[in-house]
């Protein structure tokens, strides 16, 4: 069993809740970071399992004395920020917050840790977003891939990435980046395409709900499972020498594909429910993502349990067992 610290930004997000499992596993002391909603059951929402096992400390990555506190408090041996504002159409949104919370929020992270706890180890949570709409010649999105992102949340993303670099060169620090391609569970917010089709699908299918309406449905992903990337991070912060890895799964299917798997396995044609409607477009959209994780794969030994379709079996299953 490993003795050791870890905390947590975004503990009550889907990777938050998923690494919190897996370090208490491991034997960690595992600490994470919440923010305050108004609605009591909002703020645990995905912990409350975890309730007697884990440390939740109030704070917000915009409030640097609460980070500060935090960190005194602990002491981590290891620093997870995985918390931000995810959400890539509603950053064109809400632009100013996502990059004060993606952006400020970790250059906020790093300075308390770098006065605080500098011999502690740092991840962050980079997205597969700051690529943009740029491709290998191969097909592939890779470490040495340019980055033109195409959102607020990409734009607030590369800066966090960029900057983590810059402390680690800077200041010698362990800080290491997780580029990590879509990642989905049962506890994917429903807002997000997978989640909102299986749950929507299972709900036609058992006639509590008439239609789906989606965006553009001819966009790529490369879905991963959320369980098997919360793997990576612990592998890529604890790698000895602090550096930047691509976690995805290699393989690309499109919304569409992905719709007509989830209806079929239900039954059902996609074609008689779903419809596209303009307002869930985004003003630029990021087309096609597929991510060479050969080198996360070959110097940490990483490679993902879940396919495409367990995974989304599993998503069906939940929201079978959860509505019936
Ligand atoms: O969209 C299209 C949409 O919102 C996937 C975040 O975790 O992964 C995630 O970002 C695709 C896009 O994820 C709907 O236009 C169609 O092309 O599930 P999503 P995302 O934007 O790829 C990256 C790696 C992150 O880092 C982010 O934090 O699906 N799409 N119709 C739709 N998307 C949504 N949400 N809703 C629709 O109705």
Known sequence: MINKKAFITGVNGQDGSYLAEYLLSLGYEVHGMIRRHSMAENQDSRVTHLTDKIVTHYGDLLDESSIDTILKKITPDEIYNIGAQSHVRISFDIP??????????????LESYRRVCPDAKFYQ????????????????QRESTPMTPVSPYGCSK????SIVKNYRNSYKLHATNGILFNHESPR???????NKVVKTAVQI???LSKNLELG????????G??????????????HEKPDDFVVSTMITHSVREMTDYVFKKLDLNYKDYVSENIIL?????????????????TILGWKPEYTFESMLDEMIEYWLDKFN
């Open 281 to 297: 477009k985004r003003p630029e959209e990021l087309k096609y993502l597929k991510g060479d994780s050969t080198k996360t794969r």
């Open 96 to 109: 100013q917050f996502t990059v004060k919370t993606n952006a400020l929020g970790v250059l906020n992270m």
């Open 158 to 161: 590369l800066f966090a990435y």
């Open 125 to 140: 949570a980079s997205s597969s977003e700051m690529f943009g709409n740029s491709v290998d010649e191969d097909g592939f």
């Open 205 to 207: 299918k058992l006639g």
């Open 188 to 194: 994917r917010g429903s807002n997000f395409v997978t």
């Open 225 to 238: 499972h959320s369980k098997d990337y919360v793997k990576a991070m612990h592998m890529i912060l604890n």
């Open 216 to 223: 553009n449905m001819d966009t790529y992903r490369d879905w």
